[in-house]
Every structure is written in C-alpha cells, then in structure tokens.
C-alpha cells in the first residue's frame, strides 16, 4: 500500500527586523516540529499522522527552507531509518518577505506495527542565496501498535476432586490484544501428557475467561502446560506469551 500526503502551507508576512551578522546560530524558539494528530491502523492500512513545521524570521533572512524526512521504526528495524514517501526528502521555499512559516504534512496508509516521525532540516538564507543559519529537530513518534488480537494465558491452577486420583486444572485465557479474538482451543499438558484441547469462545479486546479441563492427579514438581490458540485459529500480534508452564502444587492439607 503506498503512502498518501497531504500537503498544507501557511505564509505570514511582516518586518523581518534589523540585519545581522551571517551564520548565526538560531534560537530554538525559531523553530518546531510536533505532531498534531496521530490516527492508529485498524487493521486496513489506515493508520495516518500530521505533523507540523513552524519556523520564523531570523534577522536579515530573505527567504526561509525546510525539508521534511519521513522516517520508521519497527519490531525488525529498532533504529529509526528514513523511508521514502511522496512530497518528502526536498527542500520547499516560503515567499520572499514571510515573516513566519508553517508547514503541514499528513501521511496516510500507515501500516502497524510501527512508529512514525519526522526529521526537520532548517534553515534560514540571506538575499543572496546564502545560508545564514541552518538548524534540525526531530518530530515525537506517532506510534501504531499491532492492531491484531493477543490470547495470553494469564494463570493456571490445580483443584483437588473428591476422586483422589483426579485434578481439575484451571487457566485463565485472555486477549490483550487491539480487536476481537475469534473462537480458538486451548491444550492442557501434565507431565508430558496431553490431557486434550478444549474449545474458547471469541474474546472481546480485554476480556478474559477461565477455561478447565478433569484429569489424573498430578504429583509434586510435574511440569504443567496451557497452550491457548492450540489449533492456530487466531492471527495474533504475540505468539510468544501462548504458552503457561508451571509445577504441580504439593497436595493440600
């Protein structure tokens, strides 16, 4: 899916008060960078973000520049790195005379997960073409997080029957994830046995059941394992936290 910009401008004119040296240094009240509004992906691609560049007039500054750098950060690529996007990576002019200068960019198509920002090069140029002051910032990031479902298993217990010989065992199955978890299984494993799968209904983001299974009594220091999406019925954001291993508790009493 390729990325959509949308592009506005706003030049304010006015004095640009007394001349200066060249190659001052800008104050950093001179210029900005923010985000003004980040629009999470629902799933179709529709993540979207606004950012916003503001510079003003340093003395003696004829005509002022800024360039926008889209740039991303995902779970496979941590370091921020710049990405390529329509409009981006050139350098665009306010009017001769603009006092103040505000830039707008909003990008579209956004996929998730991922975090966006924006890197600004500034920069501030005399009448002669000269540049009198250069500087840079950076945008915060508008984050887009995994819209999919995530099944964890958050706990998992043993209740003694009246059998002796028989457990019942208890796991407690939750979707932490951004959107509905369809219908899915969850295994329960004793020592290396598989006790059997028994079904989960879809879980709304948040929600969490319990989920229990009969079998032979455990003894002391048996692995025991609770497996949600067994049957791999979910597209998950996190396959890792599936899975719940502990040791069967000494007897009660």
């Not at 691609?45 to 606004?50: I, L, N, Q, S, V």
């Not at 991922?114 to 840079?136: C, E, P």
């Not at 969850?186 to 709304?204: D, I, K, Q, R």
Request: net charge positive; with cysteine; glycine share 8%.
């Amino acid at each position: 899916m390729r990325l959509r910009v949308a592009i506005s401008v706003l030049l304010v004119g006015g004095l640009l008060g007394p001349a200066a040296a060249h190659g001052a240094v800008p104050p950093k009240s001179a210029r900005s960078v923010s985000v003004i509004d980040c629009q999470r992906d629902t799933g179709d691609g529709d993540g979207a973000a606004t950012f916003e560049a503001r510079m003003r007039a340093l003395p003696r500054t004829a005509r002022m520049q800024l360039r926008f750098t889209l740039q991303a950060r995902t779970p496979d690529r941590p370091r921020y790195a710049s990405i390529a996007a329509p409009n981006f990576g050139a350098w665009v002019s306010a009017a001769p005379g603009t006092a103040r200068y505000v830039y707008t960019k909003r990008v579209e198509n956004l996929l998730a997960p991922a975090s966006y920002r924006v890197k600004l090069r500034f920069r501030w140029l005399d009448a002669t073409g000269k540049v009198i002051a250069r500087d840079q910032a950076y945008s915060r990031p508008c984050r887009q997080p995994d819209p999919r479902a995530d099944l964890s298993v958050r706990s998992l217990g043993v209740q003694t029957l009246a059998n002796p010989a028989r457990d019942r065992y208890v796991a407690y199955v939750r979707n932490t994830g951004r959107s509905t978890a369809d219908p899915s299984s969850l295994e329960f494993t004793v020592a290396g046995t598989l006790l059997g799968s028994v079904p989960v209904a879809s879980l709304a983001p948040g929600e969490g059941t319990l989920v229990s299974i009969d079998g032979p009594a455990c003894a002391q220091g048996d692995e025991l394992v609770a497996l949600a999406d067994a049957d791999e019925a979910v597209d998950e954001s996190d396959e890792a936290d599936n899975r719940f291993t502990r040791s069967c508790p000494p007897p009660s009493g």
